[in-house]
């Protein structure tokens, strides 16, 4: 699921200052996306039932699939967000606590925001998503049908913005190469850019808070994510539909877990103007299983990097009407972080793996991206 979320701060108890997220504030924190299409989910503004002494009305960190942000992130994502991109720093999750706003530590936690608007900018060099490299699924070779195997690398821009539990994000993402050949295509013409336009609108609520000044023991994030394609012959329709909901342990910064389900529809297929008439490739659901965590491991009054990490397993790709048997299989993916944070801008570069089961489509293996975010 391809934003930022609030950041935080340090409790007064230092002695778990190792181990707890924290609340409020707008402190430069960090955040891995693990999607392109995660948007990042806002931190959630009430917590249904109190724990360890909380209030019921709270500010807690929560988010998409990732884990690291600066003053709360934009994504993918990428793209619950999350996106996936897993890519470099798209919006997404919590704050992941520790420093002050200068990169100092705090023993009280601020007011969180009540709006925070993020800008980003970034490179991959391959565009993955739900465990295949989505261009290149998309793109046929010269010899026709089949999908082709290069690696098709590509750049994105993004808005978001988040607010008491409420996160919006809008993506443009296109591909630095202008002579591809779309699969649906029949004239055969190789002179096409990929383009999607994202929009992801998702809103988190906290089920269950966790020990006092810390995050929730759960949140609830549910969304959904409109992408529009200006060429329709590469998935043989111009939109796709996904949604979406989540459930995830924001407690401790350094393990998060948690499971999202999704639900892909494809707009109207295409029924002129493409070799398969009525043709569906994007439709089918998914689970998703993730673990994701991080801190801020060196900080001055003036810079904050951090580390962060996530694993996750989707238990099918979401692709299945086409090519059920074939591209709709099970898909693992690991990725690192490095955000670096100076005032409001953040420059992540991030590496990934990425595996599938698919039968016909080259796994993606490893990738990487760099990303660069303006928070106000």
């Not at 295509?185 to 998702?202: C, M």
Request: charged share 15%.
């Amino acid at each position: 699921m391809c934003g930022l979320a609030a950041s935080g701060v340090m409790q007064a108890d230092i002695t778990d200052s190792d181990l707890y997220l924290f609340l409020g504030g707008t402190s430069s924190v960090t955040s891995v996306s693990t999607s392109m299409h995660d948007a990042g989910s806002a931190a959630a503004s009430y917590t249904l039932v109190s724990g360890g002494g909380n209030s019921s009305v709270q500010t807690t960190s929560s988010g998409n699939s990732s884990a690291y942000a600066k003053n709360d992130g934009p994504s993918s994502a990428g793209s619950s967000t999350s996106a996936g991109s897993a890519s470099g720093y798209t919006s997404s999750d919590s704050a992941i606590g520790g420093l002050g706003a200068k990169g100092l530590i705090s023993t009280e936690a601020d007011a969180p925001s009540t709006l925070i608007i993020a800008v980003e900018g970034g490179y991959q060099s391959q565009y993955v998503y739900n465990g295949v490299n989505r261009i290149r699924l998309g793109t046929a070779t010269n010899a026709g049908w089949t999908a082709s195997d290069e690696d098709f690398d590509m750049y994105y821009l993004g808005v978001s913005a988040k607010w008491e539990g409420v996160s919006f994000g809008l993506k443009f993402i296109n591909s630095l190469d202008s002579d591809l050949k779309p699969t649906f295509d029949p004239s055969n013409s190789a002179n096409h850019e990929y383009s999607e336009y994202v929009v992801d609108l998702n809103y988190t609520l906290g089920l269950i808070a966790g020990p006092q000044d810390s995050g929730n023991w759960l949140d609830a994030t549910v969304g959904y994510e409109f992408i529009y394609y200006p060429e329709d012959t590469f998935w043989n329709t111009d939109m796709q539909h996904k949604f979406y909901a989540m459930l995830k342990m924001n407690s401790y910064k350094w393990v998060r877990p948690s499971v999202t389900f999704q639900s892909i529809e494809s707009g109207s297929s295409l029924t002129s103007g493409t070799k398969r008439p009525g043709f569906n490739l994007l439709s089918g659901e998914q689970v998703i299983f993730q673990v994701d965590g991080g801190d801020v491991v060196y900080s001055t009054s003036s810079v904050e990097i951090g580390v962060g990490y996530y694993a996750k397993a989707g238990l099918a790709s979401g692709y299945d009407k086409g090519f059920a048997s074939r591209v709709n299989k099970d898909w693992y993916q690991a990725g690192l972080n490095i955000p670096v944070s100076f005032g409001d801008v953040t420059v992540t570069p991030s590496v990934h793996y990425t595996e599938n089961d698919a039968e016909f489509l080259d796994e993606p293996g490893f990738w990487w991206g760099i990303n660069a975010q303006y928070t106000f």
